[in-house]
Each structure stands twice: as C-alpha cells, then as structure tokens.
C-alpha cells in the first residue's frame, strides 16, 4: 500500500464547506468546496412546466452543468462557443436532474418548473459529486422559499442526496478522489445516496482490470461514511440560511 498523495487517511474527505445566499437574485443557492473543487448551484423557479408535462398537474426539476475555460489546469473552450455541449456535460447534467428527482415530490411541487444551474468554478475530481450534493441545498432554500410566499403548502422533499467518489488505487479502497488520485485510479465510481440509506444511482468502471464483488462493498461502505458527512452538511447549511432569514427548518 502506498499513502495517498494528499496525505488524508483512507475514509478521510477533503474539506467540505456549503455557503448559501451566494447568488443573489436566485430562488436557493450554494456554493459547495470539496477539497479545491468549488461549484456554484442556484436555483430558478418558473410557474409553468415542459410542454409533455402541461395539464398533468405536475412539475418538473432538471439541471444545467457547466465549467468555466479555467477551471482545468489548461483553458477548456467555452462549450457555448462551439455551439454544442459535449456528451459530457449532457451526461452529468442528466444525473444531477435525476438525482434531485428521486428525492422530490412533483405532483406536490404543482405546475412550477426548478431548474438547477451547476457551475463548475474550481475543478479537482468530483464535480459531478458536489455538483449534486450542493443542489439539493439550492433546490432546498427555492422551495422554502416558495412555502414562505404561500405558493406551497410544504416543502415537496422526500429525502436528502448527496454523492461521492470512491476509488482503488495504490493505498486500496478510498474515498473522494481528488484529480490526482482520480486520473490514475484502477477503479472508479460515483455512489449517489440518500439519507436513509436508498441508491439513487452507482457509476462504476475499471480502468484497468475489473474489481471484485469484495472491492466494491469495500467502495460502497466508504461511501455510505462520506456521506453521512454530507447529509450534516447540507441540514447545517439549510439551517444556517433558515435561521439567518427567520424561518423554522
């Protein structure tokens, strides 16, 4: 076994801060730090829905994604400036929307739309993963925000989500990869989980040879600690923004 290259233990996750309120003309935001990656989440809400969803009394929460040129270590173009968005960005921004669609009630939520911009600031491994762990923290405050203006009756939540990376690499199984660990890795994945322990989605690959059974439920217990870390995080940042406004969380 060989020490990680940030020195951390194993089960250890990079610092994690969640700051509310950043975007301030936006229903809900966050900006979530994992370690140097920072993504900025703002929440919109508009009072209609998708043209397959009208008349069904449902409503709808998707997700944009996006990195700014220097958020790498070399310039990216601007996806806007090549005129189409990489099966990249498509993919995890599908996965953010799914994601934030598992835990919410849409037939609660009415005919308002939410969407979810993930902006990617910082990258270091993992922006899909905080990506998703600080949208729920906007989608969260954008509905509070809608119950306080009387649109809703509650909050349409059914649970909290929150995502992680895990990998293998030379010190064994380990939990949030940074670029580092990330780009070398023999194996990687992104566990996307609730609070009460349900799968919302898994992605897994080797790089290399493939990982057993073992291995995984190795990964998967690593995940399942990181993020009960990031369940606490979100409820003390939702807490903090609800208090700082007068409301009850």
Same mark, same amino acid.
């Given at each position: 076994?060989?020490?990680?290259?940030?020195?951390?233990?194993?089960?250890?996750?990079?610092?994690?801060?969640?700051? %509310?309120?950043?975007?301030?003309? @936006?229903?809900?935001? !966050?900006?979530?730090?994992?370690?140097?990656?920072?993504?900025?989440? @703002?929440?919109?809400?508009?009072?209609?829905?998708?043209?397959?969803?009208?008349?069904?009394?449902?409503?709808?929460?998707?997700?944009?994604?996006?990195?700014?040129?220097?958020?790498?270590? %070399?310039?990216?173009?601007?996806?806007? @400036?090549?005129?189409?968005?990489?099966?990249?960005?498509?993919?995890?921004?599908?996965?953010?929307?799914?994601?934030?669609?598992?835990?919410?009630?849409?037939?609660?939520?009415?005919?308002?739309?939410?969407?979810?911009?993930?902006?990617?600031?910082?990258?270091?491994?993992?922006?899909?993963?905080?990506?998703?762990? *600080?949208?729920?923290? /906007?989608?969260?405050?954008?509905?509070?925000?809608?119950?306080?203006?009387?649109?809703?009756?509650?909050?349409?939540?059914? @649970?909290?989500?929150?995502?992680?990376?895990? *990998?293998?690499?030379?010190? $064994?199984?380990?939990?949030?990869?940074?670029?580092?660990?990330?780009? %070398?890795?023999?194996?990687?994945?992104?566990?996307?989980?609730?609070?009460?322990?349900?799968?919302?989605?898994?992605?897994?690959?080797?790089?290399?040879?493939?990982?057993?059974? !073992?291995?995984?439920? /190795?990964?998967?217990?690593?995940?399942?600690?990181? %993020?009960?870390?990031?369940?606490? /995080?979100?409820?003390?940042?939702?807490?903090?923004?609800?208090?700082?406004? $007068?409301?009850?969380?």
């Amino acid at each position: 076994m060989t020490p990680r290259p940030s020195g951390r233990a194993v089960d250890a996750l990079r610092p994690v801060s969640i700051e %509310t309120g950043f975007a301030r003309h @936006a229903e809900g935001s !966050a900006l979530i730090r994992m370690g140097g990656t920072e993504v900025l989440c @703002a929440a919109s809400v508009e009072p209609r829905v998708p043209p397959f969803l009208r008349g069904q009394g449902k409503g709808w929460v998707t997700a944009e994604y996006g990195m700014l040129p220097r958020a790498t270590h %070399t310039r990216g173009p601007r996806e806007a @400036a090549k005129g189409k968005q990489s099966g990249r960005t498509q993919e995890i921004q599908r996965l953010i929307g799914r994601s934030l669609r598992a835990v919410t009630d849409l037939t609660a939520l009415g005919e308002i739309s939410i969407t979810v911009d993930c902006d990617v600031l910082n990258a270091d491994g993992g922006t899909r993963c905080a990506s998703i762990t *600080g949208a729920w923290v /906007a989608l969260r405050l954008a509905l509070e925000k809608l119950v306080r203006n009387r649109v809703l009756a509650r909050v349409p939540l059914t @649970a909290q989500v929150a995502a992680i990376s895990c *990998g293998l690499t030379g010190a $064994g199984a380990v939990l949030d990869l940074d670029y580092d660990e990330d780009s %070398t890795a023999a194996a990687d994945a992104n566990f996307v989980l609730t609070e009460a322990g349900g799968i919302v989605e898994i992605q897994g690959t080797a790089e290399q040879a493939p990982f057993s059974q !073992a291995q995984f439920e /190795a990964l998967m217990r690593l995940a399942q600690g990181g %993020t009960a870390h990031l369940f606490a /995080a979100q409820l003390a940042a939702v807490d903090k923004a609800l208090a700082a406004r $007068g409301d009850a969380s």
